[in-house]
Every structure is written in C-alpha cells, then in structure tokens.
C-alpha cells in the first residue's frame, strides 16, 4: 500500500473536522475524495502533506508512520501537492513558480521542467510572464506543474477543475488521467464529483469528516444516494 490513512481526528480548536476517517491508496490508481464544503476533504489532504497536525490517528507512507513528520520531508519521501486555489507566486514568472516545486530537491531536474512543459505547452509559451497575470485556468497549469517538479509518488490535488470554463474543465481530467497513466499515484478532491467519479478507481464519500461510503468511482456514479446527493440527481 502506498499510502493508508488510518483513523485520523483533526481539530481546528476545539472543532472536530475530521472523525476517524480511513482511508488507502495503492500505488497507480486514481483515488477521489468527494462530499459537500465542509465535509473534510481539504482537511484530510493538508494532514497527509502535513500542513495540519492531527489529534489521534496515523498516516502511513509505504508502511512508513509519517504523522509527525515536516511537511517538507514528505514532499521529498514522493508526496506532492497542489493546493486548493492554485496558490502560485504572482510575482515570480511562470518558470521561476515550477522551480520553487524543485526546490528540495538533489540533483537533476531540467528533464522534470522539460516534461512539465511537454505536458502544458501554454507554459512553455509564457515561462517568462508573470503567474499573477496568467488566466485561471493557466494559473491551475501551473500550480499543477509546480506540484509535479517535486517528482512525486503521489500526487495530491485539491479542486483542480474549479472555476474553470467546461473546456478546459474537460482538459484539466485528461491531464489527470495522462498523469496517473505516466506512472504517479493520484488522490484527487473533486466538487466535480461526475468527471472525477469518471476517472477514479475508487472514491471516498466525505460527510461532515466522516466517510459514509467507499467503492469503484463506477458503482459511485450509479449509485441512487450519491447521485441524489453529488450528482445533482440526474
Ligand atoms: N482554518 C480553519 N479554522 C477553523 N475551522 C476550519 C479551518 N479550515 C477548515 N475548517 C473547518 O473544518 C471543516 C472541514 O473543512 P475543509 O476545508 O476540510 O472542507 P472541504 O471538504 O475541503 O470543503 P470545501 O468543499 O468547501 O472545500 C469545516 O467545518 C471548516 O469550517
Ligand atoms: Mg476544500
């Protein structure tokens, strides 16, 4: 197993945000987490890249207790994210913001930046514009790219398709897809429950930090309560 979530309670204060939630990711699949604002989804994906300290629970990297770990030495053990609202550096070029995603890194890269370009060429395009001034679906490239610099084993992206027009939308799933195809594990968090159910192996439903239901992404999209519930009950 690549990466088990195992139990874990999350407290913002003395807020319970998450309650016990388990969950795994094998090492080439596509994992979805879906569910409601609030329901946790951002929460979870901050303690596994360890930007939120968890109360109980354990998060397991390839058998690895990393729960205590800093959040930068994950992202060199292979977890990279992209965080929910894209979070590039306005200021710094296109170029200089998929940098700061190698920037623990030893060694090598330029074939990652090559790669990362092959797969968004509007970047390549622009690498000397600001990311402040690219569009937001651009800016979604590049915090994409930007996770992807760290070379990561798992990739964990938060609301990649929002405010996105339908196109690029559409696009945006390719990407994922042609990425998990490539080699890296993917947990992806997904308002846009019908195209990540889609493309996911296995998801996760999210309610109020708990998890209510886990199968195949396939049986989720037939599924009558999460169709009533995510899917707008069509
Ligand atoms: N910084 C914070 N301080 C206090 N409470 C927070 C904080 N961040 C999140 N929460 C609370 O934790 C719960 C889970 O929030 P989280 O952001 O994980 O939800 P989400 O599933 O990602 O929602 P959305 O779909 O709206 O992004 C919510 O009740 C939220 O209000
Ligand atoms: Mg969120």
């Excluded at 309670?9 to 003395?14: D, I, S, T």
């Excluded at 300290?53 to 990297?61: A, D, E, Q, Y």
């Excluded at 994950?74 to 977890?79: A, H, N, Q, T, Y």
């Amino acid at each position: 197993m690549l990466l088990e979530v195992q139990d874990i309670n999350v407290h913002y204060g003395k807020i319970a945000a998450l309650k016990g939630i388990t969950l795994d990711v094998n090492e080439g699949e596509i994992v979805s987490l879906i569910g409601a604002n609030g329901a946790g989804k951002t929460t979870t994906l901050k303690t596994i890249s360890g930007l939120r300290p968890l109360t109980s629970g354990k998060v397991l990297f390839e058998g690895e207790d990393i729960s205590k770990m800093q959040g930068h030495r994950r992202v060199r053990l292979g977890i990279g994210q992209s965080p929910e609202g894209r979070g590039v550096f306005p200021g710094m070029t296109v170029q200089e913001n998929l940098l700061m995603g190698a920037y623990t890194r030893k060694g090598e890269f330029s074939a990652d930046l090559e790669k990362v370009y092959g797969r968004f060429p509007r970047l390549a395009e622009r690498k000397t514009q600001f990311a402040g001034t690219m569009s937001g679906g651009e800016q979604q490239m590049i915090a994409i790219g930007r996770a992807l610099m760290t070379n990561p084993r798992v990739l964990l992206l938060d609301e990649p398709s929002m405010g996105l027009a339908p196109m690029l939308i559409a696009e945006i799933f390719k990407i994922i897809q042609e990425i998990n195809a490539d080699g890296t594990t993917v947990l992806l968090v997904e308002q846009n429950a019908q195209q990540a159910l889609k493309i996911s192996h296995r998801a996760y439903v999210l309610e109020t930090g708990r998890v209510v239901k886990s199968a195949p992404g396939k049986d989720l999209l037939d599924d009558p309560q999460v169709r009533a519930a995510y899917l707008g009950g069509h």
